[in-house]
């Protein structure tokens, strides 16, 4: 079968991130499109996998198909599974709920990692996360560390790295990539709440700048990419 330009670009980045066929992969999979397109590539590149769900618990029966829907492609691609549930809301009483919530999941992540032998974590961020990542971070002032956006790579403990290997892939690209193989995904109601900034970000801001420059997203990240370079020098 042809590869789809997914996976060709998703092999390309890891090339440049020096993971190989060999090491123990951990994948990150909410379900969504993007951790499935992600697992499915790496499934058919044959990695050394393994996989991480954490249940927040924060959309009840939701959140619990979610779970089940993961499991089942799990066992599917034959691939073993960590599932953790946690009360998010339960924890971030009264504190910023996504901040708590991405710590919770990647001291989940270190964990699963550390049980599975994993040397690699991959989350399935793409494109449009870091395009969405810079405006919050410019909306609220930042300085050139804080224009970087988010690392492709980060060093979560010894040698167990976090990797996001989709960075610089489009949404676009991962949706045309589970449609040609017919991938069934889950959709996050939350995704579509106003109620934070980020979706206020991707469903009203972002489609409004387009219209003065269709390719803003790109535009953002190639003067991202200049800051971090000036930064770096």
């Not at 901040?99 to 270190?110: E, S």
């Not at 810079?134 to 980060?154: D, S, Y």
């Not at 972002?206 to 003067?223: A, H, R, V």
């Amino acid at each position: 079968l042809e590869m789809t330009k997914f996976e060709k670009q998703l092999r390309t980045e890891m090339r440049k991130l020096g993971v190989q066929k060999s090491d123990r992969i951990l994948v990150a999979v909410s379900g969504g499109a993007d951790s499935t397109a992600l697992l499915d590539a790496l499934a058919r590149w044959k990695g050394n996998l393994c996989v991480a769900h954490l249940n927040h618990q924060l959309r009840g029966a939701e959140s619990d198909a979610d779970e089940a829907f993961v499991c089942s492609l799990a066992q599917a691609l034959e691939i073993k599974i960590i599932v953790e549930r946690q009360e998010v809301s339960v924890a971030a009483e009264g504190k910023n709920l996504e901040a708590i919530a991405r710590q919770i999941r990647y001291d989940f992540l270190l964990r699963a990692a550390e049980a599975s032998n994993a040397k690699f974590i991959f989350t399935g961020h793409s494109r449009e996360d870091q395009v969405e990542t810079l405006l919050m971070r410019l909306l609220r002032g930042t300085g050139a560390a804080g224009l970087r956006g988010i690392h492709q790579t980060r060093n979560l403990s010894g040698d167990i790295k976090l990797v996001r290997p989709m960075l610089n892939i489009s949404r676009a690209e991962i949706l045309a990539h589970c449609k040609h193989y017919n991938l069934a995904f889950r959709s996050d109601s939350s995704n579509h709440s106003l109620d934070f900034t980020r979706n206020r970000i991707r469903h009203e801001l972002l489609p409004e700048l387009k219209k003065y420059n269709p390719l803003f997203g790109e535009t953002l990240i190639q003067t991202a990419t200049q800051i971090s370079a000036d930064d770096d020098y």
